[in-house]
């Protein structure tokens, strides 16, 4: 399994919208709704902010969106702060049951 | 709220077998309406999926670690184990246990990870 590709790195100012895509195959995004995303700081476990494409897990900001086009997935950061600096990675379930992950995109918000 | 602790031997030596530990508070370990998963990731690189457990012990294996792997469960200890064989240093990483929702399939809830270094 291929992993997703992410672009690895991407900048904004604050309170600016930042997006970062994700591109799978139909046999993992364009097939699935499980399609998740985590924000990583540094020296930190990774953390759900969105999943099934779109929905945020309870005490995540509405800043952090989700959405999905064909086989590619995207996160939209609005309003950036200076604390949105980290590392974003997606994932999404796919056809052989298993999971594969985005390379990992790198925000600095400048 | 479900809580997860990695344990384990930070150092193995190549060819040897990776044993680590997840022990699991705050919530049932065969609930139905969650499972587990375990992912690493080497230092300064990106997440990769290992694997699956059910509490029933049902799995599921990344097919690039698959010969390699196993999960299992012990409910009386409330731990979750993972065994990887012939170990090298492209093993070396952060070793993460996560809850994995049911009904959204996302890791909802991850361990600190630990930190295993395959030694030559």
């Known amino acids: 399994q291929s992993a997703l590709t992410q672009t690895a790195s991407v900048s904004g100012s604050p309170g600016q919208s930042i997006t970062i895509s994700c591109t799978g195959t139909?046999?993992?995004?364009?097939?699935?709704?499980?399609v998740s995303w985590y924000q990583q700081h540094p020296g930190k476990a990774p953390k759900l902010i969105i999943y099934d494409v779109s929905d945020r897990p309870s005490g995540i900001s509405n800043r952090f969106s989700g959405s999905k086009s064909g086989n590619t997935a995207s996160l939209t950061i609005s309003g950036l702060q200076a604390e949105d600096e980290a590392e974003y990675y997606c994932t999404s379930f796919t056809s052989s049951s298993t999971w594969v992950f985005g390379g990992g995109t790198k925000l600095t918000v400048l | 709220q479900v809580q997860l602790q990695e344990s384990g031997p930070g150092l193995v030596k190549a060819s040897q077998t990776l044993s680590l530990n997840c022990t699991v508070s705050g919530g049932s370990i065969t609930s139905g309406s969650y499972y587990w998963s375990w992912i690493r990731q080497p230092a300064g690189k990106g997440l990769e999926w290992i694997g699956r457990?059910?509490?029933?012990?049902?799995?599921n294996y990344n097919p690039s670690l698959k010969s390699r792997v196993s999960m299992s469960v012990d409910t009386s200890k409330k731990q979750l184990s993972l065994n990887l064989r012939s170990v090298t240093a492209a093993d070396t990483a952060i070793y993460y246990c996560?809850?994995?929702?049911?009904?959204?399939?996302?890791?909802?809830?991850w361990g600190q990870g630990a930190m295993v270094t395959v030694s030559s």
């Open positions: 457990i059910y509490g029933s012990g049902d799995t």
């Open positions: 996560t809850k994995v929702s049911g009904l959204h399939d996302a890791f909802d809830v």
């Open positions: 139909s046999s993992d995004i364009g097939g699935y709704k499980y």
